[in-house]
């Protein structure tokens, strides 16, 4: 076989057979095919597309391109959530004890933050002491004891994830509705769950920022996933504003906190209640409406909130931090970005807000960038929200005040100040399940 031969095809509208596609991504892991020749063929996908045994076959091929993880040594059922990015987006930090404390395993394996996303496992390292490189044995130990833990991936899970996605960054192949499934999916199928809820979002702090192009990917994964034998749904929720007031490592952790102590703001708790829900319903608790109240039953008898102390404990984290959240340091600098007119905020660039948030530490700048756990910004006005010229808008938090300035601009960039109230979208657009999509949005 020659990589030539099949770019060609592929670039011509052809279809490849599983031998091919096997074939090309074992060479491409192995190191005989060059970045090149694979950049080539990411663009003739790009542009050409996957039929849905393509993308199949280079899930299953990209799953088990390194280490397929055994949770069998877990007791009961295993239910994992994927998020495709967000900013202000701790979802995980609320769900996975709630799930824990209605008695299904949550053994999750995490990303770093990417570009302008946060990622759990960084969010995590805030809490000092806290470990999020078990080992399997420990992995599996912290999970039977506690209900979950959250590690990052290990050296040799998905090599060939790990090499297209980098190659993607750099050749503007990135937004790729089959690419994004091969990716996302392969690495879940590698992780090991027997339930996989997918939360796809949408909007200008996302891959997908258009509805219909969100519900395609929600379908391909969930079809990808059933195929494996996974029991599968997907919400796409809303990513055009930030999720929550809080962005950064340790002020989403403290965000989260307050959702799980039944406080918090009103769409992050709803974005919780749905999401957790969804994946009691997944993992066999009852009907979605039971999953709710009994979602919402952990969180009020402080069940949840102690799951996660206990993880954290389990994980070698101080649960002190959890318990009283003023534990954790402030970032000695703060600037504010007001308003310069007065007016309704119309719009946020997402995207941009979590640039921002980057640029004070809170993310990576280059992949050897030493995140700073207290950097970041708390919203102070969103999208909906009247202000008048000199108002604030929000408050940048950063250890050096160098920073402080380029974030501020890049921040105020990122809002718009319009004259009329933009229309209230619904946080949860669409569920897609066994091929269907419920769109709510009107
Ligand atoms: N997240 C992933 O893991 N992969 C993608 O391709 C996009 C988002």
């Known amino acids: ?213 969100a519900v395609e990917l929600a379908k391909k994964m969930v079809q990808i996933g059933e195929q494996a034998g996974k029991r599968m749904a997907a919400l796409i929720t809303d990513m055009d504003t930030p999720l929550g007031y809080y962005i950064g490592n340790s002020l989403e952790i403290i965000e989260s906190v307050e959702v799980l102590k039944g406080r918090g703001p009103e769409d992050l708790r709803e974005v919780c209640l749905a999401l957790s829900s969804n994946m009691l319903y997944l993992s066999g608790c009852g009907s979605l409406e039971e999953c709710r109240e009994k979602a919402r039953e952990a969180i009020e008898s402080g069940a949840a909130l102690k799951r996660l102390a206990d993880m954290v404990q389990a994980q070698g984290g101080d649960p002190g931090y959890i318990l009283d959240t003023d534990r954790f340091a402030r970032a000695p600098y703060c600037g504010k970005v007001t308003a310069p007119r007065d007016g309704y905020i119309v719009r946020m660039d997402t995207a941009g807000c979590g640039t921002a948030s980057s640029m004070l530490g809170a993310g990576r700048v280059t992949v050897d960038s030493v995140i700073d756990p207290a950097a970041g910004i708390i919203l102070k006005k969103k999208t909906g929200d009247a202000v008048k010229a000199g108002d604030v808008l929000a408050e940048l938090y950063t250890s050096k005040e160098e920073l402080l300035a380029d974030a501020q601009k890049r921040y105020l960039e990122a809002i718009a100040i319009g004259d009329d109230r933009p229309c209230e979208k619904p946080l949860i657009l669409a569920r897609v399940e066994g091929g269907r999509a419920e769109i709510y949005q009107p």
């Open 1 to 213: 076989m020659r990589m030539y031969d099949l770019i060609e095809k592929k670039r011509d509208g052809g279809e490849l057979t599983e031998e091919e596609i096997r074939w090309m991504l074992q060479g491409y892991v192995a190191g005989e095919i060059p970045d090149y020749q694979m950049s080539a063929m990411l663009m003739a996908i790009f542009f050409r597309g996957m039929t849905d045994q393509e993308t199949s076959v280079m899930t299953d091929a990209v799953a088990h391109s390194g280490d397929m993880v055994d949770l069998s040594p877990i007791e009961g059922v295993k239910v994992d959530k994927h998020s495709t990015g967000g900013v202000g987006d701790k979802t995980t930090l609320v769900i996975a004890p709630i799930a824990a404390a209605c008695g299904v395993k949550v053994a999750k394996i995490s990303g770093r933050g990417l570009g302008h996303t946060g990622g759990t496992v960084d969010k995590l390292e805030s809490i000092p002491g806290l470990r999020t490189d078990l080992d399997m044995r420990e992995f599996f130990d912290a999970v039977n004891r506690t209900g979950l833990a959250v590690i990052g991936q290990s050296g040799n899970m998905t090599p060939a994830d790990k090499k297209l996605y980098a190659l993607r960054d750099v050749t503007a192949t990135v937004n790729s509705i089959p690419l994004i499934a091969v990716s996302i999916m392969g690495k879940k199928l590698a992780a090991g769950s027997d339930a996989i809820l997918l939360d796809v979002t949408c909007g200008s702090g996302a891959f997908m920022k258009e509805l219909d192009d």
